[in-house]
């Protein structure tokens, strides 16, 4: 009898042995298979989990009841990538026209005839009537309806103080630009449109317009061959001179030509 129930025992344990062994064998696979997705999918739910649980622990609210001020734009100190960020809302004032690149028709070039310097970029190459757009969304604050250009006497009286001014006298520089309209965006950069030959009767001092809208018309007012009615050169063709201002400094103000170029082409083109 207990030879026999020893048999019996033996028989147990190497039945369950051997029912044991393989199915070790058959889990060991898919539980380390099935370990590497699970650690990779824990960890996204770990860093899923951090912010929602980071920001309130902070005792800080998502959005600040009074927010800290944001930087605000300074042409003459922010770097030109910054400004280029800044101002990246705008667009050219010329449909399909890219910036010059002759030093000359950019901000800083000197008018000798003048004794100043150029205040903003020159976009020749367009016929008298083209079309002229507001760079960006804002409010008209100047638009010159009831322009009066400047009989030759009165233009050359304004170059002779000119010449003898350590500058070109403001009041001056505004006649030179002609007949013009002046756009102020909502972070107070103010655009200006000059040399005119007509405006919009809708574009009127008060009222927003929005970037891409149609303001006036290209044309050639405050210029010399306007005002007698001749061309002598290329530089009297219709023409938009177009200035960006914050404050009393000018997009560009003091820069070298290099970081001129690169500021106006980045932001209008
Ligand atoms: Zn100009």
Redesign the pocket.
Same mark, same amino acid.
């Given at each position: 009898m207990k030879s026999r129930l020893l048999f019996l025992l033996l028989i147990m344990l190497l039945l369950f042995a051997s029912a044991c062994n393989p199915a070790e064998e058959t889990l060991a696979e898919p539980v380390k298979l099935a370990d590497a997705p699970q650690t990779q999918e824990q960890e996204r739910v770990d860093m899923a989990e951090e912010k929602p649980i980071a920001e309130p622990a902070s005792g800080l609210p998502v959005q600040p009841l009074n927010p800290v001020p944001t930087a605000q734009i300074n042409f003459q100190t922010d770097l030109v990538d910054e400004l280029v960020y800044r101002l990246s809302y705008m667009s050219s004032p010329i449909a399909g026209r890219k910036v010059t690149t002759v030093p000359g028709q950019l901000p800083n070039a000197p008018r000798r005839y003048r004794n100043g310097i &150029?205040e903003?970029v020159?976009y020749y190459g367009i016929s008298g009537g083209t079309i002229v757009l507001a760079a960006a969304d804002g409010t008209v604050i100047r638009a010159d309806h009831n322009f009066q250009e400047m009989t030759l006497a009165e233009y050359e009286e304004a170059i002779r103080l000119s010449a003898a001014a350590p500058t070109t006298p403001p009041e001056l520089l505004d006649k030179f630009r002609g007949m013009q309209v002046w756009i102020r965006h909502d972070d107070g950069v103010v655009t200006r449109y000059c040399h005119l030959a007509s405006i919009n009767p809708e574009i009127t001092a008060g009222i927003r317009v929005a970037g891409g809208q149609a303001l006036a018309q290209v044309g050639n007012t405050g210029m010399r061959a306007n005002i007698v009615g001749e061309t002598k050169n290329a530089s009297d063709e219709p023409h938009l &001179?177009f200035e960006i201002w914050h404050g009393n400094t000018f997009l560009g103000q003091g820069r070298p030509l290099s970081e001129v170029l690169e500021l106006y082409t980045r932001i209008l083109d």
């Open positions: &150029h903003g020159d &001179h």
